[in-house]
């Protein structure tokens, strides 16, 4: 690390279970953010703040309007501009160090695997379950660590799926999903939930690339805002998973 960087990442830092190493290591960490929706918004600009040294976005829409309530990467001056180079100028106006690379189009499976396997970890910020089943495969595919969010109305949920044998991964938790689609446009969502959830994202995140603390793996943590409460559960492997079972 150069002198500015040392300045930039002091207070990061500082804290023991960072230190230098640890910082190196979310330099030279490369992430692949799929969607920039108000859960992606908050962890792309926290992992670029952090100093993770290599972004990828991956979202085809366009911002629209009704975004801006949560969707803050955004900006009134994006409507109508790709989600991706909005969130792009962004993130380098933040850090300008950190390296941006951006993919608009939808990902066909072998696309997104080949993405996957080329990332150190992956934040799935989307809103549909054939998504996020894709995702989830990709990375068991490819053992990356995943880690997953999700807003709606009141309520969100975070937890951490490391790709590797013996671990649950997404699929364990939803099955096939059936009867669960909801989205925040037929739903609703309060605009600071999906900060607090993409912000945990992002520590998440942080934590497994350093190796530090312990991550939510195992564990899915779920708010419910409008009471304030959390609740932790504990997540194990379904051994008829059709994603993840049998694998060694």
Request: charged share 20%; aromatic share 4%.
């Amino acid at each position: 690390m150069n002198d500015e960087q040392l300045l930039r990442y002091s207070r990061q830092i500082m804290l023991p279970s960072i230190g230098i190493e640890g910082q190196e290591k979310l330099l030279t960490s490369r992430v692949l953010i799929i969607g920039l929706g108000g859960l992606g918004s908050l962890a792309a600009m926290y992992l670029a703040a952090a100093g993770v040294g290599h972004l990828i976005l991956a979202d085809f829409d366009k911002v629209d309007l009704s975004n801006l309530q949560r969707q803050i990467i955004h900006s009134t001056e994006s409507i109508g501009k790709l989600k991706v180079e909005s969130a792009q100028s962004t993130l380098l106006a933040i850090n300008p160090d950190c390296r941006i690379e951006t993919i608009s189009k939808l990902l066909n499976e072998t696309e997104l695997l080949a993405h996957v396997r080329s990332a150190s970890l992956v934040i799935d910020g989307t809103d549909n379950f054939t998504t996020r089943f894709m995702v989830n495969d990709a990375c068991v595919t490819t053992r990356t660590p995943l880690v997953s969010g999700a807003a709606i109305r009141l309520e969100g949920q975070v937890s951490v799926f490391t790709g590797q044998p013996g671990d649950p991964c997404y699929r364990c938790l939803y099955g096939d999903g059936r009867d669960m689609d909801e989205t925040c446009s037929e739903n609703g969502v309060l605009a600071p939930l999906v900060g607090i959830i993409g912000s945990l994202q992002a520590t998440e995140a942080i934590k497994v690339l350093a190796g530090v603390g312990a991550p939510l793996i195992g564990r899915l943590l779920l708010l419910d805002a409008l009471d304030m409460q959390w609740r932790t559960l504990k997540l194990k492997a379904d051994h008829a998973c059709p994603t993840c079972s049998g694998r060694e």
